[in-house]
Nanobody, 125 residues
Framework: QVTLVESGGGLVQAGASLRLSCAAS????????MGWFRQAPGKEREFVAA????????DYADSVKGRFTISRDNAKNTVYLQMNSLKPEDTAVYYC??????????????????WGQGTQVTVSS
């Protein structure tokens, strides 16, 4: 059984930093590209960042480029999202996802096979 568990969310002020973690189990982690998505109230789930199986390729949404960094530790079966210079518009539930079909990085939600339960990030102004 594949399980993805996000952690690290919370309530912070604008300009602060947070580091999200997603621990994976029940899969061969290094075989999966990983992604982070977010969903704000009343909005569709949107792509944030993605990383390839080896970590050699990454991609970011324009709204987070230069502020967020995705990374992974295949030995720990964990993917991270370092979020700096947070803005109120970053407020959302953040989800990690795993994709076994894509050799590079994937930005579409439909590319991903498994999803975590999400962690809330709230940024106050």
């Amino acid at each position: 059984q594949v399980t993805l568990v996000e952690s690290g969310g919370g309530l912070v002020q604008a300009g602060a930093s947070l580091r999200l973690s997603c621990a994976a189990s029940g899969l061969t982690f290094s075989f999966y590209a990983m992604g982070w998505f977010r969903q704000a109230p009343g909005k569709e789930r949107e792509f944030v960042a993605a990383i390839s199986r080896s970590g050699g390729s990454t991609d970011y949404a324009d709204s987070v480029k230069g502020r967020f960094t995705i990374s992974r530790d295949n030995a720990k079966n964990t993917v991270y999202l370092q979020m700096n210079s947070l803005k109120p518009e970053d407020t959302a539930v953040y989800y990690c996802a795993a994709d076994w079909r894509t050799s590079g990085v994937a930005v579409r939600t439909t590319a991903y096979n498994y999803w975590g339960q999400g962690t809330q990030v709230t940024v106050s102004s």
